[in-house]
């Protein structure tokens, strides 16, 4: 397997870009994209990691995870809002009034507004201090037989995961599969850049089950939400709970069905 392009090229275009779009936070928008290359960045690193650089690279990762978690309130606050929203313009009746009538208390609910508002004030300089200390090194060490024996790990990983999960399709599970899809997602976009079809469909079909497993994942996340939404009144938590819980089943079937082309 040969990469199109080197890996300190690909990092030094994600720090660059990670840059320009921490100026624009605390956008919702701004926030999206920056831990969105934060987990490239960690997915190239992941794919780098050998043991002679092993020392500098779980370092950096450590960084970069710390950046991502200072944003992760913000992030999982946007995530809901916007499932919310989405699930109340594409749902139809009851089921369209139930999620109408939830997404006010996303804004009152004192276990979301308040950490995901003090998540957004971030200082720029930590990011630049982090981009300052990017092991390039190990970047420029690369091999294309190491990250080609990085790629069959995670693809032996996913395929493990997808199997666990056809067995006990779990929110926990389906998570872990997530984060292993997204590695391999990355791989393409970042190292093998190609104008190919059967390419350019790969990309189209991690991309969405990405996306699916990312939507059940924020499912979970709202449910949890409910257990302590004390201001929630108890028929439309019931009713809200039911819903998300056949949401989950149809994504869980999607998940599996797609899963099963690209693994």
């Known amino acids: ?16 870009r990670l840059l320009q779009t921490v100026d624009r936070l605390p956008s919702s928008e701004a ?7 934060i987990k490239q960045q960690r997915s190239l690193l992941w794919f780098l990691q050998t043991r002679k650089h092993a020392k500098p690279i779980l370092k950096h990762k450590k960084r970069l995870q710390v950046l991502a978690r200072q944003l992760a309130p913000a992030r999982e606050h946007d995530a809901l809002v916007e499932l919310v ?23 009152v609910s004192e276990r979301r507004v308040e950490p995901a508002q003090a998540s957004r004030q971030i200082n720029a300089q930590s990011y630049r201090n982090v981009v300052s200390k990017t092991p390039l090194s190990a970047f420029e060490c690369a091999t294309d037989r190491s990250v080609a024996m990085a790629y069959k790990r995670v693809f032996k990983r996913g395929k493990r995961l997808l199997l666990s999960v056809k067995r006990c399709p779990d929110a926990e599970a389906l998570h872990r599969l997530r984060k292993q899809v997204k590695h391999r997602l990355h791989f393409h976009k970042l190292l093998l850049p190609s104008d190919q079809p059967d390419h350019t469909r790969l990309i189209k079909r ?14 979970a996340e709202l449910l949890h939400w409910l257990k302590a939404a004390d201001n929630l009144p108890k028929a439309l938590r019931k009713s809200l709970k039911r819903y998300l819980r056949c949401h989950q089943a149809v994504l869980e079937k999607r998940c599996l069905a797609l ?5």
Do not use: W
């Not at 899963?259 to 693994?263: F, I, M």
């Open 206 to 219: 991690l991309s969405r089950l990405a996306e699916l497993l990312g939507e059940h994942h924020d499912s």
């Open 1 to 16: 397997m040969s990469t199109a392009l080197s890996a300190s090229t690909v990092a030094t275009q994600l720090n660059r």
């Open 85 to 107: 929203r989405n699930r109340a313009r594409r749902s139809k009746g009851a089921e369209k009034r139930c999620y109408k009538q939830v997404l006010p208390y996303l804004f």
């Open 31 to 37: 926030v999206h994209e920056v831990r969105k290359i």
């Open 259 to 263: 899963g099963a082309k690209l693994y």
